[in-house]
């Protein structure tokens, strides 16, 4: 089952082969995978509209190449969302990737690790 701070479009099914989740003390890795029907311009608008009513806050948002991709960020923790075409016996669908790991200065600073070498 998926977790209730991450909302999924109707229509939407995960796709268990593609999705884990972790969960400890400390952290959450959650990455989860949806297929669905839906146009991918849709899927953008319900999670910039969706996402905010479960806490998270708008980093990032842009579409590009038929890619479109959203950052959130909540407490200590960032959601990518990121909606492409999916391939394979499914291209004709929409496919969800969701993406939830605590933020660290790597994640929001890639090359940060240079500076300290």
């Given at each position: 089952a998926t977790v209730?701070?991450?909302p999924t479009p109707i229509g939407f099914g995960l796709v268990e082969a593609l999705s884990s989740h972790h969960e400890d003390a400390d952290a959450r890795r959650i990455k989860y995978t949806f297929h669905g029907r839906a146009a991918k311009p849709r899927v953008d608008r319900f999670y910039a509209n969706q996402m905010p009513l479960k806490g998270w806050q708008l980093v990032e948002r842009?579409?590009?190449l038929?890619?479109?991709t959203l950052q959130f960020t909540k407490n200590d923790e960032r959601c990518d969302v990121r909606i492409t075409t999916?391939?394979?016996i499914a291209r004709n669908r929409t496919s969800i990737t969701v993406r939830v790991e605590p933020i660290d200065s790597d994640s929001l600073i890639p090359n940060l690790n240079i500076l300290t070498d």
């Open positions: 209730d701070d991450l842009k579409a590009s038929g890619t479109y999916a391939l394979g």
